[in-house]
């Protein structure tokens, strides 16, 4: 796919991601329908509104493109494009009228992340990248932060507590001792902060495929965990790091599953 083809598939992602956002401030710190759909796992009337909105003009503009949502399951197409959304990352924080929360938005080109938009509307900030176009960050460039040590960096968790169950109780518990500062800032929020410099490393729970690691390596791995959250019951879920590049290598290796003894 040409370049001038990924910007307008970016450029219209962005928009209906900026509109969809719209849909979701509605509700936020409103009262709405909230119903639980497993433990601790909130589905809200914004979160149907805000799919079914995307979905309808992801149809009219790309109509043989493939789509999946988070709640709305998945839907063929005859391209080799698949739209990925999920309507509101963060639903915990959402009802609970935190603004972290993010409406996600990508696309798959022949099985590989090209595009993804991540919108954090309450909080006016939307960070989008195409694969060889770069990353961008409310209309700038968006870039990462050049720390080099885990000792400098600011780590990130939505929560510090679940890794254990993972596999990775042990490295977890070490990456906190050794991080500068841990806060969490988390679901898609914190993804945002480590794609635009503002944190050195995103620990998550989940194992999701790691756009262009050095500028959007975090919105490609939420691509893939909303694949395996439609799919409830097959993901395999194991640790997850996202990182600055100036502490990646040596970091990921030193906390992989296994490396640290119990």
């Not at 391209?79 to 639903?91: L, S, V």
């Not at 995103?202 to 194992?207: A, D, I, S």
């Not at 997850?240 to 990921?252: A, C, F, Y």
């Amino acid at each position: 796919m040409s370049n001038g083809e990924l910007q307008e598939l970016l450029d219209f992602a962005v928009a209906v991601a900026r509109e969809a956002g719209e849909i979701t401030l509605r509700y936020f710190r409103r009262e709405f329908e909230t119903r639980l759909k497993g433990k601790d796992n909130f589905v809200t009337q914004a979160d149907w509104e805000a799919e079914e909105y995307l979905r309808r003009r992801v149809g009219e503009e790309f109509p043989a493109d493939a789509i999946i949502g988070e709640e709305g399951g998945e839907s063929a197409g005859s391209t080799d494009r698949r739209w990925i959304i999920d309507p509101i990352d963060g639903t915990y924080s959402f009802v609970h009228g935190v603004p972290f929360y993010g409406v996600l938005l990508g696309v798959e080109v022949g099985g590989e992340p090209s595009v993804g938009v991540i919108n954090i509307p309450a909080l006016g900030e939307i960070v989008y990248a195409a694969r060889g176009l770069g990353c961008f960050w409310n209309g700038g460039r968006a870039r990462v932060s050049q720390t080099a040590a885990l000792e400098d960096a600011l780590l990130l968790s939505t929560d510090f507590g679940t890794c254990s169950a993972y596999g990775f109780g042990p490295a977890a518990d070490e990456l906190e001792r050794r991080a500068a500062m841990r806060r969490t800032w988390g679901d898609c929020y914190g993804y945002v902060l480590v794609a635009t410099g503002r944190a050195g490393r995103r620990r998550g729970r989940r194992h999701v495929h790691g756009l262009e690691r050095a500028s959007f390596d975090s919105f490609r791995k939420r691509r893939r965990h909303e694949r395996h959250s439609v799919r409830r019951g097959h993901a395999s879920h194991r640790g997850e790091l996202t990182n600055s590049p100036g502490i990646h290598g040596p970091v990921s290796q030193e906390f992989r599953p296994g490396a640290v003894e119990e």
